[in-house]
């Protein structure tokens, strides 16, 4: 499969991005998509993934009440809206499908190439 993320770039302090995911080889309905993030010199870390079906949302402690996720399954699409943004969010973020929500990398199947967010005055 061949997934895409989107709306990376440069913002400021207490900023928004909304990021996308997307694949035009197969769908994602029916699939949980989760969303990684990789800092220079850290371990990828699941920052937030939405289940399939009854649509459940979770999130990393340090994002929820800041990002959401969401799917659009007509547009095939799933968004990360990223507000409130801080210099410790900066990292490349991928999108990830597994059959079911996991904070474990290991157990995704298909992955996008990521998209660089960095926030800096």
């Known amino acids: 499969d061949h997934i895409v993320e989107s709306g990376g770039g440069l913002v400021q302090p207490g900023g928004s991005l909304r990021l996308s995911c997307s694949t035009s080889?197969?769908?994602?309905?029916?699939?949980?998509v989760g969303w990684f993030r990789q800092a220079p010199g850290k371990e990828r870390e699941a920052v937030s993934c939405?289940?399939?079906?009854?649509?459940?949302?979770y999130y990393l402690a340090s994002v929820m009440g800041r990002f959401s996720t969401a799917r659009d399954n007509a547009k095939n699409t799933v968004y990360l809206q990223m507000n409130s943004l801080k210099p410790e969010d900066t990292a490349v973020y991928y999108c990830?499908?597994?059959?079911?929500?996991?904070?474990?990398?290991?157990?995704?199947?298909?992955w996008g190439q990521g998209t660089r967010v960095t926030v800096s005055s």
């Open positions: 990830a499908v597994h059959w079911g929500c996991s904070w474990s990398a290991a157990e995704y199947d298909y």
């Open positions: 939405i289940n399939s079906g009854d649509q459940i949302t």
């Open positions: 080889t197969s769908t994602l309905e029916g699939f949980a």
